[in-house]
T-cell receptor, first 113, second 115 residues
Framework: DAGVIQSPRHEVTEMGQEVTLRCKPI?????LFWYRQTMMRGLELLIY????????DSGMPEDRFSAKMPNASFSTLKIQPSEPRDSAVYFC???????????FGDGTRLSIL | GDSVTQMEGPVTLSEEAFLTINCTYT??????LFWYVQYPGEGLQLLLK?????DKGSNKGFEATYRKETTSFHLEKGSVQVSDSAVYFC??????????????FGSGTRLSIRP
């Protein structure tokens, strides 16, 4: 089975540019989560979806961040404009059903110069 | 609110040493408890879980017992290997929510094993 697939694995861009991170959850999973991981703040939940609908976006740091899930097999996390403090590893995870664990992708390492 | 507290790292041990990583939680009701492991350059993977009091989760030689009386879920392994070097996260999923709702993670404990 293919796991959660994230792209790109690494992204380096200049401050002020738009950044788009992509996630393909495991087929059949109906919950999708976006996390951010930094040394200072650890693992933070940004937003999660159920059946493509955003359920809780209280972790999204500010209006520069937005997330969409246009269909069951694809989600994006966008940062516009990007800032150096957005540098982190961003993870996507999906869940398949009752009492099932979250399955994580390998993450996107984002560096904003 | 619900929270997870785990021992700060880094933890450095010699190969074949005994490992304990402490984890305590605060939650109402009967949460499910988890240990996740993150190897370098990878996402988190479920290591083991326990869904009710006195349950013992185990996997790859690691064990943790759900202790409601002490609100703890300490991770143990009798003999660690270099390949166990990773970051370990204790986590809970609150009871009363959808079973697929968000999980609350601890801050992670970095474990390094010397050959």
């Amino acid at each position: 089975d293919a796991g959660v697939i994230q792209s790109p694995r690494h992204e380096v861009t200049e401050m002020g540019q738009e950044v788009t991170l992509r996630c393909k959850p495991i087929s059949g999973h109906d919950y999708l989560f976006w996390y951010r991981q930094t040394m200072m703040r650890g693992l933070e939940l940004l937003i999660y979806f159920n059946n493509n609908v955003p359920i809780d976006d209280s972790g999204m740091p500010e209006d520069r961040f937005s997330a969409k899930m246009p269909n069951a097999s694809f989600s994006t996390l966008k940062i516009q404009p990007s800032e150096p403090r957005d540098s982190a590893v961003y993870f996507c995870a999906s869940v398949g059903g009752p009492n099932q664990p979250q399955h994580f992708g390998d993450g996107t390492r984002l560096s904003i110069l | 609110g619900d929270s997870v507290t785990q021992m700060e790292g880094p933890v450095t041990l010699s190969e074949e040493a005994f490992l304990t990583i402490n984890c305590t939680y605060t939650a109402t009701g009967y949460p499910s408890l988890f240990w996740y492991v993150q190897y370098p350059g990878e996402g988190l993977q479920l290591l083991l879980k326990a869904t009710k009091a006195d349950d013992k989760g185990s996997n790859k030689g690691f064990e943790a017992t759900y202790r409601k009386e002490t609100t703890s879920f300490h991770l143990e392994k009798g003999s660690v290997q270099v390949s166990d070097s990773a970051v370990y996260f204790c986590a809970l999923r609150a009871s009363g929510y959808s079973s697929a709702s968000k999980i609350i993670f601890g801050s992670g404990t970095r474990l390094s094993i010397r050959p």
